[in-house]
């Protein structure tokens, strides 16, 4: 249950909603590396790039291009960022649960500070295909950070099988 201080989020006006449900799914996928060992969280269990650590790496990216370039008008190579987004999938060899964790942790932070003082209406001009509303950039987050954190729990699960069936062999 909801501490009494804090605000319910289920009567909150829509501009905390958003952004609460964004931020929830954030803490998901980055719960999703919790106890993973940098092996765990790099295995690959699927034909393409992604694995745990590679889908957090992308969430990075999906930050910085939708509340960078989107909304500063930066373009994602101005963040150290690929062009492609499929590119934002592949780990370097420093990359670490820890660092990756702690990068993801920063681009959020700058998330926030990019749409300080504006609201869902503030039209946003960096987007290549036109302009577009804060609310349609929280929504699409929100659906790329359902998808990936389903991704992410599902890839998981499967490697804590993996767990189990090693110790029972």
Request: with cysteine; hydrophobic share 40%; proline share 4%.
């Amino acid at each position: 249950m909801a501490d009494s201080k804090e605000r319910d989020i289920r009567t909150a006006p829509i501009d905390e909603q958003l952004p609460a449900f964004v931020d929830e799914h954030r803490g998901k996928l980055l719960a999703c590396l919790d106890g993973m060992s940098e092996d765990e969280a790099r295995r690959s269990l699927v034909p393409s790039r992604t694995t745990l650590l590679s889908l957090a790496k992308h969430a990075i990216f999906v930050e910085t291009v939708w509340f960078g370039e989107v909304v500063t008008g930066r373009h994602r190579t101005d963040y150290g960022m690929p062009n492609d987004s499929s590119d934002s999938f592949i780990l370097a060899e420093e990359d670490t649960v820890a660092s990756i964790t702690e990068a993801y942790r920063q681009a959020a932070q700058r998330s926030h500070r990019a749409v300080e003082g504006m609201t869902l209406d503030t039209v946003l001009t960096g987007h290549r295909s036109g302009p577009l509303p804060l609310r349609w950039v929280y929504l699409h987050m929100l659906r790329e950070l359902a998808q990936h954190c389903g991704h992410a729990e599902i890839l998981r699960e499967q490697v804590v099988a993996q767990r189990t069936q090693g110790a029972g062999a």
